[in-house]
């Protein structure tokens, strides 16, 4: 297997909605839903053609929310975390497709060090020091 590869979020996303510091636009917010959706369509497929050019077989999403692109991303083993997800967890939720509901930090502090994933999407709080704390992290637990 290749190396991994990493994908940062292109900021489309709901947490305006919740008052989440970082974000100064959002389409569903604004009335286009249609934007969203086209947004995460192409996120998912470039997760999905890299996925499929490095063979990931895991595959880790930081900030899922609503899980749009989540769920549309084709990987056999997916962790999501978020600390407050958009949608029901249970109807999605498997052996091969855990959520948890926790921050990053959280999520990060209590992962076994030798966890490693194949493909890392980080799309969580669009702060600098909360996506450099993300960053090392998840470098922590690559390829």
């Known amino acids: 297997m290749q190396a991994g590869w990493w994908a940062y979020g292109d900021g489309v996303e709901a947490r305006a909605q919740r008052g989440r510091p970082g974000i100064s636009r959002c389409p569903v917010a604004a009335g286009s839903p249609d934007l969203w959706l086209e947004q995460a369509e192409v996120t998912a497929g470039r997760l999905n053609r890299l996925a499929d050019a490095v063979g990931a077989r895991s595959y880790l999403e930081i900030g899922v929310e ?7 991303v084709r990987v056999a083993e997916r962790t999501a975390v978020d ?8 109807q999605h939720a498997s052996e091969d497709t855990i959520f ?37 992290n998840c470098l922590l637990h690559s390829h």
């Open 100 to 136: 948890a509901q926790t921050t990053s930090d959280e999520f990060f502090a209590g992962l076994p060090a030798a966890k490693q994933y194949d493909l890392i999407f980080v799309d969580g709080l669009h702060t600098f020091e909360q996506t450099y704390r993300d960053l090392c």
């Open 83 to 90: 600390p407050i997800f958009l949608f029901d967890i249970t």
């Open 66 to 72: 609503t899980g749009v692109t989540f769920d549309r």
